[in-house]
């Protein structure tokens, strides 16, 4: 079985600091990537900044700086962000650095040398916003500005010389692979969205731009620059030193297991990307995932809109692995999401503080009075314990299918069940009224200990901190956190002291209004 995972985040632009749509993505493929680690795999995790084109080299202008100056302070920032996040990311790519520029221009040449590049003229709407080309019938008029009906970004009109990828020639070879591998595209609607826009048949793109220099520039001709999705799609085999295509890194990671992006850029990565490798032949990602937009006031945020959601002051109020939580449960993986504050407010209570954190407290707290501090070695499973304890031995199989398809939804839903089952278990069996028989008062302890454990374990993946505390109660490691051994129902039996921890997450006090 393959046991290598490659998983990449889009490459952010750094026209601006990073904002909640970014946090998202890079939170939502941390969860995959950390998810596969605790599963035994050798997880490759890329993200960076894609940083050249026009949109970039207007925002340097605008702040009167050198485009690779601009580039280098807010690539910062999200780089800073990464770890704020605390991202298990392997590599940050910068399109900028020169690893990456020898990888674009070499897949040029591969293009170039299949005959899939001609040099023509372009006349029509360009948007800088979207980095990208439309029909007339992809624009629609407001308020007298010409904007592309899908983002209502503006455009504006180009005519120029530029280098064309015969995208129409591999109309029918996309159409066909799509058709081989069903789970290309997820989820299946956008699947179909996609199907559809290529069946409505493929003109060439243009791929290189005159009129400006902020860009790889193409091999043989200084005039022109790369089209920047061209460059930036290049990130994920660049990270992996294509062109050295025989060296383990790339032999180990390509073709990526799954590219994570957000859906407003499904056609770059589901057409264009799979086109231009075809005609490179190379191998094609295994899957593209166009999740959902987070909204603010019900429209997607971005800068032009002025509806930015700072993650880093959400985080500074409420800590990291609560807005990690947060949003890998409330926003229902593959549809948009509207972030609400209230709503953080009562994940953070009612499933973080009450369900997590107290049983946590009460169980630890219960056996370091009862127990003494130790955990119980003389237990006898009875059928209640037995059924609580194999529902994770009994899924796992399940858990690891329903990951495979990114049904984050699924595993969030496991554990908020387990916890639910795993309180009322405590509370049902009443160990404090079973000081008289010291057999079952153990047995109930050890058992609930065992799903606290279990649990912390799965919840690594969404809230790595506090589960890395938690398992501090049984002085658990991080490197000791492994997915297969949740089928282990006597795991604790190695472990002899219970140690006391701090509260995990504190209840927010909720204002009445
Ligand atoms: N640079 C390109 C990607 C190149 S990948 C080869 C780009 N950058 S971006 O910074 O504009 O956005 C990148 C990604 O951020 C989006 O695809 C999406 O994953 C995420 N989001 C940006 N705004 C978002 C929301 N409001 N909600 C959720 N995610 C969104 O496009």
Not at 334 to 353: F, K, M, V
């Amino acid at each position: 079985m393959d046991k290598n995972f490659y998983i990449t985040t889009p490459i952010y632009y750094p026209s601006a600091k990073p904002h909640m749509g970014h946090a998202y993505s890079s939170i939502i493929a941390d969860f995959f990537a950390r998810f596969k680690k605790i599963d035994g795999f050798n997880v490759h995790f890329l993200t960076g900044t894609d940083e050249h084109g026009l949109k970039i080299q207007r925002s340097a202008e605008k702040k009167g700086l050198k485009p690779l100056q601009f580039c280098d302070e807010i690539s910062k920032t999200f780089r800073n962000l990464s770890e704020i996040l605390n991202l298990t990311n392997t590599d940050f790519i910068r399109t900028t650095e020169s690893r990456h520029k020898t990888s674009v221009q070499h897949l040029w040449r591969e293009l170039e040398k299949n005959d899939d590049i001609y040099l023509s003229k372009y006349s029509g709407w360009y948007s800088v916003s979207d980095e990208a080309f439309y029909s007339e019938e992809e624009i629609e008029e407001i308020n007298g500005l010409k904007v592309a009906t899908s983002s209502k970004s503006t455009v504006e009109w180009v005519d120029e010389e530029s280098y064309f990828f015969r995208l129409s020639k591999w109309e029918k070879p996309l159409l066909e692979f799509y058709e081989k591998n069903p789970g290309f595209i997820s989820p299946e609607a956008r699947k179909n969205e996609v199907v559809s826009f290529v069946k409505s048949g493929l003109k060439d793109l243009s791929i290189s731009r005159k009129s400006f220099s902020w860009g790889i520039k193409v091999p043989g001709n200084e005039n022109h620059v790369i089209y920047v999705w061209l460059d930036a799609l290049t990130n994920y085999i660049s990270a992996l030193n294509y062109p050295n295509t025989k060296e383990k890194l790339f032999k180990s990671f390509w073709p990526a297991s799954i590219h994570l992006i957000g859906k407003d850029i499904l056609r770059f990565h589901a057409v264009y990307w799979p086109a231009f490798l075809l005609a490179a032949k190379i191998d094609l990602p295994k899957k593209v995932y166009g999740h959902g937009w987070i909204l603010s006031g019900d429209e997607k945020m971005s800068k032009s809109k002025g509806n930015i959601l700072d993650p880093i002051e959400i985080i500074n109020e409420y800590g990291l692995d609560s807005l990690r939580y947060y949003l890998i449960k409330e926003v229902s993986f593959g549809n948009d999401g509207n972030i609400s504050q209230e709503r953080l407010e009562d994940c953070i209570n009612s499933d973080l503080a009450n369900n997590f954190g107290n049983l946590c407290q009460r169980v630890t707290a219960f056996a370091i009075k009862n127990c003494d501090s130790k955990i119980p070695k003389k237990i006898e499973f009875n059928k209640d314990d037995h059924k609580i304890l194999n529902n994770y031995k009994d899924n796992i199989e399940l858990i690891r299918k329903k990951i495979d398809n990114q049904d984050i939804n699924f595993y969030i839903n496991f554990i908020v069940n387990s916890l639910f089952e795993a309180n009322k278990y405590f509370n049902d069996q009443e160990p404090w009224n079973k000081k008289e028989d010291l057999l079952r008062l153990n047995t109930i302890v050890f058992t609930t200990l065992e799903i606290v454990r279990k649990v912390s374990f799965l919840l690594y993946p969404i809230i790595p901190e506090s589960s890395i505390k938690a398992l501090k109660i049984f002085g658990i490691n991080e490197a000791d956190i492994n997915l297969s051994s949740i089928e282990n129902n006597d795991f604790l039996s190695k472990v002899d002291k219970i140690n006391k921890i701090d509260i995990l997450f504190k209840k927010i006090e909720k204002k009445d209004d």
